[in-house]
């Protein structure tokens, strides 16, 4: 039975990327503390495989297809949401992408593509879920952000690293001015998480493993389960208190300095 201050039973939480990856893994981890949830995703095919296993555990799962850079498609989805159960207490904010190119080459229809994606797709979904939230004087809202949120990657991120930095300070504004109505906003900064996308890239590159993973003091990278527990405390009364608040799941990334070294290397005074 899930700890009374974890028990999420009785909540409505919406999730965007929820075919795979941290999505789904978000996803899953609320409905296994008790939510019913609305799995959102242009990947149907996938969202209703995560809903038939939701379903499995007891809860109701909503599939909804939505593009996250299409404000029409945002306000069309939280509608349905509206229509299936009537409230939300819950929204992360997952799902999202960016072109990757150096800053003298990458082209400005990429960093509008980019800031669409991860910044007003970002915010029309935080728009539209504090509003219902608002009204009712409670609610969560997890935004995905990035180490890149608060520091600077290189390797052709600048369109990544731009909204993610926007991603951080949209989630302190949206809390700054919504704590004291009951609404709280948070953002999750993941370091490396294996998915299909880093894979290909090892794959063309070997070195770049050994290259991410000399930053990492765990020695490992991350996985999408690692958001799992962090997901419902978030959405639970246990971080009632905890709003604003940009917290690294890195293995230990951010932490270390960039010359500094970790586990048993060997060194020189």
Not at 27 to 36: Q, S, V, W
Request: net charge neutral; proline share 3%.
């Amino acid at each position: 039975m899930t700890n009374s201050l974890f028990n999420l039973s009785g909540k409505v939480a919406a999730v965007s990327g929820a075919a795979s990856g941290m999505g789904r893994a978000m996803l899953l981890a609320l409905a296994e503390a008790g939510a019913d949830v609305v799995a959102i995703d242009l990947n149907q095919e996938g969202a209703r495989g995560v809903a038939r296993e939701i379903k499995e555990l007891g809860q109701k799962c909503h599939v909804a297809k939505c593009d996250v850079s299409n404000p029409d498609d945002i306000r069309a989805m939280f509608e349905s949401i509206d229509e299936a159960f009537g409230c939300i207490d819950f929204l992360g904010n997952v799902a999202g992408e960016a072109v990757r190119e150096k800053p003298e080459k990458i082209q400005l229809k990429d960093i509008e593509s980019s800031w669409r994606n991860l910044v007003l797709g970002r915010f029309c979904c935080c728009q539209e879920a504090g509003r219902r939230m608002l009204a009712r004087g409670k609610g969560s809202i997890v935004n995905i952000g990035s180490l890149a949120s608060v520091t600077a990657l290189g390797r052709g991120h600048i369109g990544y690293s731009m909204a993610m930095g926007a991603v951080a300070q949209m989630t302190r504004e949206l809390s700054t001015e919504w704590a004291h109505r009951g609404v709280r906003v948070n953002a999750i900064l993941p370091a490396q998480v294996m998915n299909d996308g880093l894979q290909k890239r090892i794959d063309a590159d070997p070195g770049i493993r050994d290259r991410f993973l000399s930053g990492i003091p765990s020695r490992r990278f991350g996985h999408p389960d690692d958001i799992r527990g962090l997901s419902v405390f978030l959405a639970s009364d246990a971080s009632s208190w905890i709003t604003g608040a940009l917290i690294p799941m890195d293995g230990g990334n951010l932490a270390q300095n960039a010359g500094g070294s970790h586990g048993n290397e060997t060194f020189k005074e």
